[in-house]
């Protein structure tokens, strides 16, 4: 087994491509649309969102994509991002062929090899590893639709462990606390019903560089109407702008806020009476519990003024049960983020917004059956119990914790398959974890559209098709209506990149596995699926997009009991099962460490023009953006003795320190917090645009802080200095 070394410097295969350039040349190019036009339909894979549209190409080359104005997800309108991805189909620095780790006079580097000869690496050391380990010692890391083909071949072989990102860096507190409180978690898309609030207050969530596509939408229609807002964020930040009142929180103190609004709510008999009678238990244990929190005690805490407190907390209440407490999106901050979470979802019932209009609504999906085959067999022994035992409420993945068991020789982990997730930077301050799983891990394999620098951890990588140039697994998300979507190939695959079916398909084939995998092309499966359901392929490829009737109402039925799926069958504001697990049955308050002296808050977040780093090699979209800033108050500039515009290097307190990045001086950020967009500082020199380019903020957390209910990685406890750059 070769000791592995991170390769980044190696040399790719044809990748002397041409920079992408705006002028086309010297005579003056035809006007767009003048030559022949054809329309492909796609879903969007630049985020999770999935937004339905359409790919126009002019003679034969991509020209442009816009929304499916059918599509009732996206309603015709793409985000920035959406429209600059058929720029990802272009990218001259995509991966074009399968590469293998070889050694050669004692250096490393990756070789182009076949798709049968990369297959045959693969399936030689799965078998060595189920041999010599036992077949469930392969995890799967997947952030995308294609991770579910490596999950059935993965399942098939015999190893169950999966994980995606999404999870326990991301939506995984907020799905574990709405599931203890309601019995169910919010879903993605969110289940937010906006568009008819009368109130929405966002804790943290910077919706409008957050550009989740609805999210953006509903918010706007419900500011049209009227709707207060009111915003949490120690920086002002875009809907901050929008809103009537700004809550500049002090960093890590939004449990106190919402424990005291819960105080005032009881307090001032605020709350929907007859919504907690009926339908909540642990009323009282609630009342007793927030009475010490009132606003005068959160005013120390928070910073916020004891007026401001109150004042929106009856605006929320007059404004009920139309009143949405948004229950955030990436809530992995400071470890406490259950709790967090649980006080979202507490105050929320006490409202009465679950299950009513302009609160949260009821999602509903399409019943589409699978295509017949045989189902892999389910595991042995339940790896969750040997690998995450210290969650027993958790019954997904957690990446990190995956990670963790993989280090070593004794590992419980020996080989990984890595789908569409940039692990080095998506796993905060991971970095001495990788190179050590490096070294004992006996497979590697890497599928991603790009020279992602985790391809340099990699003994295989497998380069996959752009979202242009593949099938993917029909949009069925549950919603308001339900719809399916399809993404269906615009091109043929450039180089020599294939769609992740064919290659989990291959794979299997290899392993005597194929059996699992009858279908000679995925459109045989989308068009068995589509028949099921009173349409087809042929059909979807015209309309891209199809309704159906919802079976269930989008809203608790006036009157109707409501069963719900906790123990008790009540919404629990007080938990037992989070007691009966030695974990606070109802949200405590831990203030969070403040920065040494002469250091920062490290806050991070969106911009629109990005996704995470996934985005920034893109040709069209580095245009819009192409290095991130470092947001500094003017008091602390004057401290620091930085100025806008000048370049500085952020430091933590263990000597690492980021590579240079701009400094913008403005009043729009707290003087304790500094503010930079994740997804920048990319390392390997393959991505030819993005290296070098800007800051990343991952590699500087040095203090994750581990949800203890759900082994989330707390991303917003870490702490920077500005370190001014050499000319
Ligand atoms: N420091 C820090 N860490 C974070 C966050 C943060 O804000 N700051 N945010 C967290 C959140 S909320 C999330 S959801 C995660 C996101 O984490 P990731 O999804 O891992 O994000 P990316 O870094 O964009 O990595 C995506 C990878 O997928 C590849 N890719 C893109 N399209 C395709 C495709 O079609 N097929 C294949 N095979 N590969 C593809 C890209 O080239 C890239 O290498 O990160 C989390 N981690
Ligand atoms: N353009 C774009 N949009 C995206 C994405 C993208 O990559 N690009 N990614 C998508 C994904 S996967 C996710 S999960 C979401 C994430 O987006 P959201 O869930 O909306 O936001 P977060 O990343 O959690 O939070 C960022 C905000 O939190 C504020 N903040 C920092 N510390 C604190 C604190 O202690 N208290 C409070 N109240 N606020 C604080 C920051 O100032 C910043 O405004 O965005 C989604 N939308
Ligand atoms: S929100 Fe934007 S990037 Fe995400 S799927 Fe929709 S259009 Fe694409
Ligand atoms: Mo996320």
Request: aromatic share 10%.
């Amino acid at each position: 087994m070769l000791r592995r070394e991170f390769l980044k410097f190696s040399a790719m295969l044809g990748s002397a491509g041409l920079m992408p350039t705006l002028l086309g040349g010297c005579t003056a190019p035809p006007l767009p649309g003048t030559g022949k036009v054809t329309t492909s339909t796609t879903v969007c894979n630049i985020c999770f969102w999935q937004c339905a549209a359409t790919l126009y190409t002019e003679n034969g080359k991509p020209w442009k994509i816009t929304g499916n104005p059918g599509d009732p997800h996206c309603n015709g309108r793409l985000c920035t991002r959406g429209t600059g991805g058929i720029a990802s189909y272009s990218d001259p620095d995509r991966l074009r062929q399968p590469l293998i780790r070889v050694e050669q006079d004692g250096k490393q580097f990756f070789k182009p090899v076949s798709w049968d000869q990369a297959f045959d690496t693969i399936a030689t050391r799965m078998q060595t590893i189920g041999d010599r380990h036992g077949k469930d010692r392969i995890a799967l890391f997947s952030h995308g639709g294609g991770g579910k083909h490596f999950q059935r071949l993965l399942q098939a072989f015999g190893s169950h462990a999966y994980a995606h990102p999404s999870f326990a860096q991301c939506r995984g507190p907020r799905e574990t606390a709405f599931g203890l409180t309601y019995g169910e978690g919010v879903g993605s898309p969110d289940r937010t019903d906006m568009a008819n609030s009368r109130c929405i207050v966002l804790i943290g969530s910077h919706i409008g560089e957050n550009l989740h596509n609805s999210q953006v939408q509903t918010l706007t229609q419900a500011l049209e109407k009227g709707a207060t807002l009111i915003t949490v964020d120690p920086r002002f930040s875009v809907p901050a702008s929008k809103s009537k009142h700004w809550l500049p929180i002090k960093p890590g103190t939004d449990i106190a806020l919402l424990l005291a609004w819960i105080n005032v709510i009881i307090n001032e008999d605020l709350y929907d009476k007859e919504y907690v009678a009926r339908y909540c238990s642990g009323f009282e244990q609630l009342t007793a519990h927030v009475q010490p929190y009132n606003p005068e005690w959160a005013y120390l805490e928070t910073g916020l003024e004891t007026e401001q407190i109150r004042t929106t907390a009856r605006t929320m209440a007059q404004a009920a049960p139309a009143t949405l407490i948004h229950p955030g999106r990436h809530v992995t901050w400071y470890g406490d983020d259950t709790q967090r979470c649980r006080a979202i979802a507490i105050l929320n019932a006490l409202l009465g917004s679950w299950g009513r209009p302009g609160g949260f609504y009821k999602q509903e999906k399409v019943d589409l059956p699978t295509f017949p085959a045989p189902k892999p067999p389910g595991p042995g022994e339940d790896w969750m119990t040997q690998v995450q035992a210290d969650y027993p409420l958790v019954s997904t993945g957690i990446s990190n914790v995956m990670i963790d068991k993989s280090v070593g020789p004794d590992a419980f982990f020996k080989g990984w398959f890595v789908y569409a997730t940039n692990l080095t930077t998506t796993i905060p301050g991971v970095q001495q974890q990788l190179e050590q799983a490096a070294q004992s891990l006996d497979l590697v394999v890497v599928i991603d559209t790009m020279p992602a620098e985790i391809t340099g951890y990699a003994d295989v990588v497998l380069p996959e098709c752009t979202y242009l140039e593949r099938y993917d697994d029909l949009r069925n998300k549950a919603e308001r209506r339900p719809t399916l979507a399809l993404r269906r190939p615009a091109f043929t695959p450039k180089y020599d990149s294939k769609p992740a079916w064919w290659m989990a398909k291959g794979l299997a084939e290899k392993l005597e596995l194929g059996k699992y995998f009858p279908w000679q092309d995925y459109a045989q499966v989308l068009d068995w699926q589509l028949k099921q359901v009173g349409t087809s392929l042929k059909e979807m490829e015209k309309v891209g997009v199809k309704t159906f009737s919802r079976k269930t109402p989008v809203y608790f039925d006036a009157g109707k009991p409501v069963t719900f799926n906790t123990p008790s069958g009540k919404i629990e504001l007080y938990s037992q099962v989070l007691a009966e697990v030695g974990q606070d049955p109802l949200p405590g308050y831990i203030p969070p460490q403040r920065p040494p002296k002469g250091y920062f808050h490290l806050n991070y977040g969106r911009a629109a023009a990005h996704t995470f780093g996934r985005t920034i090699n893109n040709p069209l979209l580095f245009e819009l953006m192409p290095e991130n800033c470092v947001w500094v108050h003017p008091a602390a500039a004057a401290k620091t003795g930085v100025a806008n515009g000048e370049y500085v290097h952020l430091k933590n307190p263990q000597g690492i320190q980021s590579s240079p990045v701009r400094v913008r001086v403005t009043q729009r950020i707290r003087p304790d917090s500094i503010f930079l967009v994740h997804g920048f500082g990319h390392t390997d020199p393959r991505l030819r645009l993005a290296h070098g380019a800007g800051a990343d903020d991952s590699g500087l957390m040095h203090n994750v802080k581990i949800d203890p209910v759900m082994g989330g990685t707390g991303m917003r406890a870490s702490f920077v200095t500005l370190v001014k750059s050499e000319a």
